[in-house]
């Protein structure tokens, strides 16, 4: 065993692994292997987040924050000024006028029916830049007849598929927009597609285009699990709503709960109509216990980020190294969500790598994921994850739908260290047969 300088042993993570977890040490050797091939990959995330950090910090620092503003309000929360300071906040870092910051946003889908009820009236037109929406989506657009739906209450909808090397088809986008055309959606991230996430060059060509046919379309980007992966956030290219969830990239792993909504003002105006009602707007709606880890989730998501990064990369070239297809590929280039997909071709393979995933946890590692229906999904979905905020994806997660080719989508992880043991356990599963 080596002795460091400082007299300290190196410790051997080595055989800790293989004692603490059964991890063979020659299936360390592939993924360190793997691991050496990134270092360029890993220099350029760290640079990220460390400009996205000071970023952050400058904007806390222009907005006066306060230790007062992490204390929240109760009852209807008039005046509460850790919430309109937060607001503010995020409406600056996502280069926005104006931002809704909200513990009763309950989730994702609900920030982004938040947006599209709130723009869209009957005649109006949707448009989906980026192919079939997200799964819970669809169901508030729907597409499949649901009652009190965006089509069931008189908005139309139009869906561009993606072409064939799965880009944005722009010039049919184009052509879709008509006189009704009230918004057009862009989703960034690949949801449970076999597709690249939309990058920064490729989201200001969308934006300046539909623009330039016409200026008056609201482009509301899905920006869910893409925060903080780039230098820079949808609103600095002309988009006019930007939303997403709470439990995944923005909220650090701290936020207990809730969604954003960051825009141009009068967009951000007439969301806050849905979110509470007409008349209230945003001016009410107590924080409680919201405002301190909701501010102190995103100081800290740039760094938590950088880690989720580093696994989505090291899980891409690792599973390839292992034989199976991966998406996006095992660099950093173009990458801008912290989901990569691993195809595994095999439903007993998608459940028995949920279940690694889950012991990698630190909370409910004995626990065995079984697939379920959940609300708002068509197939039966198996989710793993043992973080400290429920079903939040900015900590170690794996999901996936159950068909085929049954797809693994693993995201999040506060530190790289549990994502390298989550990695080994999975590749350990899949090659271990049924428990
Ligand atoms: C996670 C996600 C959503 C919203 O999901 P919730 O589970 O409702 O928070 C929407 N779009 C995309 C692309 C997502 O990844």
């Not at 306060?66 to 503010?88: C, Q």
């Not at 691993?342 to 459940?351: P, R, T």
């Not at 429920?390 to 996936?400: C, F, K, T, V």
């Not at 506060?414 to 989550?422: H, P």
Request: proline share 6%.
């Amino acid at each position: 065993m080596s002795k460091g300088r400082g007299g300290g042993a190196a410790p051997d993570t080595r055989r800790f692994l293989n004692e603490a977890w059964g991890i063979d040490p020659e299936a360390v050797s592939v993924m360190e292997e793997a691991e050496s091939s990134l270092a360029e990959d890993f220099a350029q995330i760290d640079r990220r987040a460390a400009y996205n950090q000071l970023r952050l910090l400058h904007v806390f620092q222009k907005n006066g924050v306060t230790d007062f503003h992490l204390n929240g309000s109760t009852g209807y929360g008039y005046g509460d000024a850790g919430r309109e300071v937060l607001e503010s906040v995020f409406a600056d870092y996502f280069r926005g006028e104006a931002a809704l910051v909200r513990s009763q946003i309950m989730s994702g889908t609900h920030a982004l029916a938040i947006g599209l009820y709130g723009l869209l009236q009957p005649g109006d037109e949707l448009v989906s830049a980026a192919g079939r929406p997200y799964d819970t989506l669809q169901k508030v657009i729907g597409l499949g007849g649901e009652a009190g739906s965006l089509l069931k209450s008189g908005v139309s909808y139009q869906e561009i598929p993606l072409k064939e090397d799965m880009g944005v088809d722009l010039p049919r986008l184009l052509e879709s927009i008509n006189e009704k055309t009230k918004v057009v959606l862009i989703q960034r991230s690949k949801g449970y597609q076999w597709r690249p996430s939309i990058d920064m060059p490729e989201m200001k060509g969308i934006l300046g285009a539909v623009k330039k046919k016409k200026s008056s379309v609201v482009c509301l980007v899905d920006n869910c699990y893409c925060e903080m992966t780039e230098e820079e956030e949808p609103g600095a290219y002309g988009a006019d709503l930007v939303i997403g969830s709470l439990i995944k990239n923005p909220g650090g792993t701290l936020a207990p709960s809730g969604g954003y909504i960051v825009g141009d003002s009068s967009c951000v105006e007439a969301c806050s109509r849905r979110l509470s009602a007409p008349g209230l707007g945003s001016g009410l709606g107590a924080s409680m216990g919201f405002n301190r880890p909701a501010f102190q989730g995103l100081f800290q998501s740039p760094q938590t980020v950088s880690q989720s990064m580093k696994g989505a990369v090291l899980a891409a070239a690792f599973f390839s190294a292992l034989g199976y297809p991966v998406m996006p590929e095992g660099r950093l280039a173009g990458r801008a969500d912290i989901v990569q997909a691993i195809e595994l071709g095999d439903e007993s393979k998608l459940v028995r790598f949920c279940q690694a995933i889950q012991r990698a946890c630190p909370l409910d590692a004995a626990f065995l994921p079984e697939p379920a229906s959940l609300p708002g999904y068509s197939h039966p979905v198996i989710m793993a994850g043992g973080g400290f905020i429920q079903g939040s994806s900015s900590e170690l997660s794996a999901d996936g739908p159950l068909k085929p080719p049954y797809i693994a989508y693993l995201q999040g992880g506060f530190s790289l260290a549990q994502i390298r043991l989550g990695l080994l356990l999975a590749a350990k599963a899949l090659v271990s047969g049924p428990n």
